[in-house]
Every structure is written in C-alpha cells, then in structure tokens.
C-alpha cells in the first residue's frame, strides 16, 4: 500500500468535480432531488459524493433515460414544496 491508499479507499469528489462528469452542477441537484444521489459528506461549506454512487447514477441514466429522471425530480420537488407549506 502506497500512501495509506488501497484497492477500498472511494474516490470523492466535490459538486464541481462531479457536475463536470455530467455537464452540469444543475444534473447533481436533479440526481439529489430524484433520491439517486445522496453525499458522503454535507457541512456547511463541503460536500463530498462517493464516486461508485456517481457512476451508479450514471448507469441510472443510461437505462432510465433523462425524461425518468425529469418526472422524478418534478415530483420530489413538489413533494417538498407541499411538505413546507
């Protein structure tokens, strides 16, 4: 083992990092909103996504298509506006 690194340690990357893997930080805050994505670490001024859970919604993607994902981040979304009413 070099450096502490093995064959388990994830590769975690940040909303930037992560929403050039898909073209857009937007595409992260739809897989978050779909339930597709949840982050590894959330503080106040970092958050981290596990890249095995990046390349599963990528897979998501692929089979599901993007009009799934769109139906799915329209209903979370109305989900949680009736839930702050």
Known sequence: MKHGVDKHTPWLLGPSEAGALFGSEQMIQDFRDAGWLTPV?????????????????????????????????????????????
């Open 41 to 85: 670490v959330c503080r106040k001024r970092l958050t981290l996504f596990d890249s095995i859970d990046l390349a599963r919604c990528r897979s998501n993607l692929r089979t599901l298509g993007d009009e799934r994902l769109q139906e799915l981040v329209r209903a979370a979304r109305k989900a949680k506006e009736r839930k702050q009413k």
